[in-house]
């Protein structure tokens, strides 16, 4: 039987960001965890269709993918959470008017913990796996489109991140090599 509060909502240092604490209940055969229900993350002002399950896999500690954003017309709000291992999650509002932007924020999710990361549409979003194997589940609220992807590079010094691996030992996949600083974005969403 699940309890009567699924998920526990705190927001996180920006507007825009939560993270999600799933309610578990434990069983004679182990747990039960609910980890999406439309109507339930909308009580909880996630009013997002999710239109997409994306696995991604990280094979070593130090893989960093991201700083990533959708423009409108396919804006994507995300929904993350870590089905093995961990990741250090990065996420920055590049809103153009939003008294925010440029901002940034971090956390650290495990499968352990179970919580669940959500950056509302606006956000550039990269994390880092803190351990071999780590696999990540990630929502999208829109389907991905080539020519609206834009992203910023994980070392912007402006950004204030600090990643929890040295760039000599980061593992970045070749779409992020060579990603322009924020100063540098052309075309942010408002």
């Known amino acids: 039987m699940l309890p009567d509060k699924l998920f526990d909502a705190t927001p996180h240092v920006l507007p825009g960001l939560l ?4 309610a ?3 069983d004679s055969f182990g747990w039960v965890s ?15 269709r ?36 961990s990741a250090f999650v990065a996420a920055v509002d590049v809103r153009r008017g939003s008294p925010t932007f440029g901002r ?7 499968y352990m913990d179970g919580a669940q990361f959500y950056a509302m549409p606006g956000f550039a979003l990269g994390w880092c796996s ?7 589940l990630v929502k999208t609220s829109a389907e991905d489109r080539p020519d609206l992807q834009r992203g ?19 593992l970045i996949g070749v779409e992020d090599v060579g990603l322009p600083m924020l100063a540098d974005q052309t075309d942010l969403p408002d």
């Open 19 to 22: 993270l999600l604490r799933p």
């Open 104 to 110: 940034s924020a971090t956390i650290t999710i495990s």
């Open 34 to 48: 609910v980890v999406y229900d439309e109507g339930l993350l909308g009580n909880l002002g996630i009013h997002d």
């Open 50 to 85: 999710f239109h997409r399950d994306i696995i991604v896999y990280a094979d070593r500690r130090g893989t960093v993918q991201g700083l990533h954003y959708q423009l409108a017309p396919q804006q994507q709000a995300r929904l993350l959470r870590v089905l093995r291992g």
């Open 152 to 170: 910023i590079n994980w070392r912007d010094p402006a950004l204030k991140l600090d990643w929890p691996v040295r760039a000599a030992d980061a």
């Open 130 to 136: 803190l351990e071999p194997a780590t696999e990540l």
């Open 24 to 26: 578990t209940v434990m």
